[in-house]
């Protein structure tokens, strides 16, 4: 054997043993209130009955991070919690893996192969379902501002007039443009036939108005754990958000807030896993885990996010009221859930299709704009 | 014949000496060779392979090589032909097959607004084409875009392997595909506005940097050593404190909710109702970012003024200067290399300040950095960010250039 072997081996030697540890995953979510809904509700279960190791990484989105990493060639992430436009644009360009649905996912526990125990046919080929959210308003019911009138309606949001003060809204175009034709006038249910014909234009137009009124403006957030800081600190009179992060606020924070459904922004949520990630055999399995009846019910459990299976739904119903905290106790979830009657009087169903196709043009609009304010 | 000088070994002199002097400085460079090495691979090679990207458009030119090569006998007068077309739909479908077509929608986007949702619809209906001919027609059933002869021309000008168009997108304007060179339209011109901003943050941090170090930096060298090293540390003590927490210990103090706020409406100076706005808006931005880079003022400035001995302006003073008089003639003229090397040490590191202003300063606290932390992070179109970039170090390196002509690098002074 030469020096030089030797030495090799006595590196990989030394090496070895941190490699060897046990098996893990790294999975990729929104952080916040959100994550803890998954670590509680199925991370910590295939933990405890797997022995993989489950560990939770916050982003904000987008497939920046990911795209970079495989670029370099060090891939860390496993499993990534994502807008169903980055399973279109990420599927499109090989970043993950491509499922064979009925195959790779277990039948739910009604007995329904997963393809159809899933709501809704996924958006590629890439995506399981994970969550169904919405994108709604909230406002502080003690903020002062409002003097004993408050909004119901998305109308209201965009009317500083009656209701002066400063707005919250997400820092990129998607939601923002949605609200603001519906706030125009425009009927929710076709509110992406009008954006194909000018309408981000008339939607920049209707958020010029708020955002530079004299008694308006606007602030932007990125994170889900943001609006109802905002709402609470009174740095916003009104914010757009997650239905699940204003219902943590409300429920385990006892923040006075309120949400308003009108308008809102019903969205999948979706899990991908990622080509070459470092544990790609032990991720699939757990995502079967996570995505499977049980696992989706339990997030339910700790937030308001309706679970994308059927049967999941079956679970919680069967075993109301199936929320649960420290601080809130038991309580009945379902009428909490963006998918609730009361809740979709008039809403907007995510169109991802239209922003994975004109993402740049929508992006640079927006910069453009916001740049401008 | 003059004698010539020898060592005991029977060598000339100067020539010994010359072999003495080369050998120190090899031995010089080598102790310094790691260094220099270290620095030359990990700093300098990355910055310069980072900064060609701005120009370099290579991956995109192998993707869609044959058509490039084709399209170079087409004059882009009229339509495509067939031999454009069908090489493009092949290239095209090889790259549906390997999966690098979002990629090409991607990079053709940046030439052309448009082309992602072009590319990616006639890619999902690559399958239904007839290949026997005709595929111009069937590009435009797929997609009327593909009718508009300025596509074709954007890709033809989107396949070259090395452009400076970048950089005319960092100041807003685009070559229109006749060559000639016009500013873009007004909606979404960003980039200049942005530039402007910039420097405004920087010139006004600079300024108010200046004006609250001065009386500090004089007082902590004239103040006896033990109180002087307490301010010191009142100086320091947020200078070695993460960036990220001094921020949002900022916003903590400014928000409408905040301890400021609180406090004013307390005494009865603001009313509730009417809360001042100090975060989200240019105030916020200064406010956080004088604070955070005063440190870099007060230290040259301190170490200056304390060299200045006390008896210049007690002469001055006894020769019948008015205070007023000693300190514009004498104190303030001796002060100069340290307000110099303070301001371009400021100035500097505000011009790319990106961080604080974004928290902080919310739309209005965008600068150029952030577009490129944008188009580095979201957009990913690297070529811009780079070029964006580019820009940036060059004015930097401007202002050296300005600094050394006026004043002189030589008069810079840290300590």
């Known amino acids: 054997m030469s020096r030089l072997t030797k030495l090799i081996s ?54 920046s991070e990911i795209k970079a990493q495989v670029e370099s060639g060090a891939i860390t992430w496993d499993i990534i919690d994502v807008y169903a436009r980055d399973t279109i644009i990420g599927c499109d360009e090989g970043l993950f893996v491509e ?152 429920v385990n924070e006892g923040s006075p807030m309120k949400m308003v459904w009108d308008g809102q922004i019903l969205d999948y949520e979706y899990f991908v896993l990622v080509k070459g990630g470092p544990n790609q055999d032990e991720a699939m399995k757990a995502l079967q885990y996570f995505t499977s009846s049980e696992g989706l019910a339990g997030s339910a459990k700790h937030i308001a996010y309706a679970p994308f299976r059927i049967s999941s739904l079956d679970v919680i119903m069967a075993d109301e009221p199936w929320f649960y905290s420290e601080q809130a106790g038991a309580v009945e979830i379902m009428p909490h859930m963006p998918t609730a009657p009361a809740n979709t009087e008039n809403y907007v169903l995510m169109n991802p299709e239209w922003y994975a196709d004109n993402n740049t043009e929508i992006n640079d609009a927006w910069e453009a704009w916001k740049a401008n304010l | 014949m003059t004698a010539e000088i020898r060592t005991s070994d029977g060598e000339l002199l100067s020539i010994k000496l010359k072999k003495v002097e080369r050998r120190r400085r090899t031995t010089a460079f080598l102790l310094a060779a790691p260094l220099l090495f270290f620095i030359v691979f990990t700093y300098v090679i990355p910055i310069f392979q980072m900064l060609g990207r701005s120009i370099d458009n290579v991956q995109m030119n192998e993707f869609l090589s044959e058509t490039h090569e084709v399209m170079q006998t087409w004059d882009g007068s009229e339509m495509p032909g067939e031999d454009v077309t069908s090489t493009f739909y092949y290239e095209l479908k090889t790259a549906v097959e390997n999966k690098y077509h979002g990629k090409i929608a991607t990079r053709l986007n940046y030439e052309k607004g448009g082309f992602t949702s072009l590319i990616k619809k006639t890619s999902r209906k690559l399958e239904n084409f007839d290949e026997n001919g005709n595929f111009l027609e069937q590009f435009i059933d797929v997609h009327k875009k593909w009718g508009d002869i300025e596509y074709w021309l954007a890709m033809k000008r989107g396949t070259d392997a090395y452009h400076f168009r970048k950089y005319l997108t960092t100041f807003d304007f685009e070559q229109k595909f006749d060559g000639s060179i016009e500013r873009i339209e007004e909606k979404k011109r960003i980039n200049v506005t942005l530039w402007l901003r910039t420097i405004f943050v920087a010139v006004g941090v600079t300024f108010c940097c200046f004006i609250l170090a001065y009386p500090i930096s004089h007082l902590l060298s004239v103040l006896p050593t033990r109180y002087s090293n307490l301010l010191m540390i009142c100086v320091l003590l947020p200078f070695w404190t993460s960036l990220l927490v001094r921020t949002s210990s900022w916003m903590v103090l400014l928000q409408k909710q905040g301890v400021l706020n609180d406090t004013l409406v307390s005494l009865g100076i603001v009313a509730d109702e009417s809360r001042l706005e100090l975060m989200y808006n240019m105030t916020g931005t200064f406010i956080a970012m004088t604070q955070i880079l005063l440190p870099f003022m007060v230290l040259p400035l301190y170490s200056v003024m304390k060299t200045i001995s006390p008896s210049l302006m007690r002469a001055a003073t006894s020769m019948g200067a008015t205070p007023f008089h000693a300190f514009r003639k004498i104190y303030f003229p001796l002060t ?40 580095m992070q979201q957009s990913l179109d690297w070529s811009l960010a780079t070029a964006m970039a580019t820009v940036l170090l060059i004015a930097v390196l401007v202002v050296y250039w300005l600094y050394n002509k006026i004043v002189g690098i030589d008069n810079m002074r840290l300590g």
């Open chain 1, 99 to 250: 499922f064979d649905f009925d195959n790779d996912f277990p039948a739910g526990v009604n007995g329904m192969k997963a393809s159809d125990d899933f709501f809704a046919p996924m958006p590629s080929k890439c995506a399981v379902g994970n969550i169904l959210y919405s994108w709604n308003y909230a406002y502080n019911t003690d903020n002062v501002n409002f003097a004993g009138r408050y909004p119901d309606s998305m109308n209201d949001f965009f009317d500083p007039d009656t209701f002066p003060g400063v707005r919250s809204l997400y820092s990129s175009a998607m939601s923002n443009l949605e609200f603001a034709l519906v706030a125009d006038g425009v009927p929710a249910s076709d509110v992406y036939d009008y954006m194909e014909d000018n309408g981000i234009d008339r939607a920049l137009d209707k958020l010029s108005e708020l955002c530079t009124h004299p008694k308006g403006g606007c602030i932007f957030w990125s994170a889900g754990a943001q609006p109802p800081e905002q709402l609470v600190s009174g740095e916003a009179l009104m914010a757009t958000g997650w239905n699940g992060r204003h219902f943590n606020a409300i």
């Open chain 2, 336 to 375: 100069y290399p340290g307000i110099s090397a303070g301001s371009i040490l400021v100035f500097v590191l505000a011009i790319g300040y990106y961080i604080t202003p974004a928290l902080v300063g919310g739309a209005k606290g965008i600068l150029i950095s952030n577009r490129i932390a944008y188009h």
């Open chain 1, 10 to 63: 006595l590196a990989a030697l030394l090496v070895a043993p941190s490699m060897a540890t046990a098996a893990e995953v790294n999975v990729v979510s929104w952080g916040g209130a959100y994550t803890e809904s998954q670590k509680l509700g199925y991370g910590d279960p295939y933990q405890e009955m797997s022995g993989v190791q489950v560990n939770w990484i916050d982003y904000s989105g987008g497939l």
